[in-house]
């Protein structure tokens, strides 16, 4: 009889204790590797999860360092940790990663090059739910639940298959990509305004209700739209969401929105880069979102004045322990105007 996989999901804050914390409840033997207070939190009380699809109290394994685990031939891991945190992470599973397949839940669109090559297969995973780290062994399930998945760089394989297969019984709805890529832009593109909710303080629905952030948030991605255009990258409408130029026209249209902000912080949708400065964690990945438009528009000469500015004031508050709202969304108009 075929043995069934155990997933070891390594890095698990927020996203990661969410995906664990579902598998386990559904059957799937599962590892949360993670931070000390994390894992000693949830060995003595359990992993709290609340949320969007109810709360939940679970007894799964968690442990403070990943040569705690005794891994399996049966094993996947599921890397959860921030991008500047992949590398050293993979150096740490040692010889154990060559004959095990990771994917990459991760942000941004460097990790699986990095993990390419490091294990037996890599895979690109795509994480569209929100998700809130509240406190050690307590994590909010803040928005949606799906999950995309498909072989790094191009592909699908039975792999996917039974990854689609676990996931979907844990009540993800995944969704298999042959080009995981493509849709891993498309996602960086849409996160990209997370550093001005971070750098201002705003929720994303906030956002999106005022003018004058919708308006900040539209500059951002046209800046971007010129980049990835001129790097040949094709930004592909996601599921449920409108293509690129739709998007700016829905931003640009003027008024405030119609709909009520929730008053109850547990509901406030908020990027991880807002909650990495709400933590004062010291770091961000925005690098690997806004930076990597910086990066595209200085190789093709193409200014990214905005993009350019979110990198520095995130950076800064990150390294100065600020919390979100150092500054407004008119006062980065007026630095970007500036060329500050």
Known sequence: MEQEMRIVVYGAGAIGSIIG???HNSGCETVLVCSKAH???????????????????L?????????????????????????????????ALGEAARRLPAVCFQNGVRNEEIADGRFSRVYGGIVFFGAKYLAPGSVVHTADNSLGIGVYPKGLDDTVE??????TKAGFSVTQ????????????????????FAATNLSVLEGIKYEDSRFVMADI???????????????????GHQPPDKMLEHLRRPG?????????????????????????????????????????GKKHGIPTPLN???????????????????????????????GS
Request: no cysteine; net charge negative.
């Open 21 to 23: 914390g579902y598998l």
């Open 39 to 57: 894992a000693d939190a949830i060995g003595r009380n359990g992993l709290k999860i609340s949320g969007v699809q109810g709360e939940y109290l």
């Open 59 to 91: 007894r799964v394994t968690a442990v403070a360092d990943v040569s705690q685990v005794v891994f399996r031939d049966d094993d996947v891991v599921f890397l959860t940790m921030k991008t500047f945190d992949t590398r050293a992470a993979i150096d």
């Open 162 to 167: 039974k990854l689609d297969a676990v996931l």
């Open 177 to 196: 990509y042959p080009d995981v890529m493509a849709v891993k832009w498309s996602k960086l593109f849409r996160n990209l305004n997370n550093a001005l």
């Open 221 to 239: 991605l046209e800046e971007a739209l010129r980049v990835v255009e001129a790097e040949g990258i094709e930004i592909v409408p996601l599921a």
């Open 256 to 296: 405030t929105r119609g709909f009520e902000i929730p008053t109850n912080e547990e509901e406030m949708l908020r990027p991880s880069t807002w909650q990495d400065l709400y933590l004062m964690r010291g770091r961000t990945e925005i690098e690997y979102f806004n930076g990597e438009i910086v990066r595209l």
């Open 308 to 338: 350019k500015l979110l990198v520095r004031v995130v950076n800064e508050m990150a390294e100065k322990r600020q919390r979100p709202g150092a500054v407004s969304v008119a006062q980065l108009r007026e630095m970007a105007g500036k």
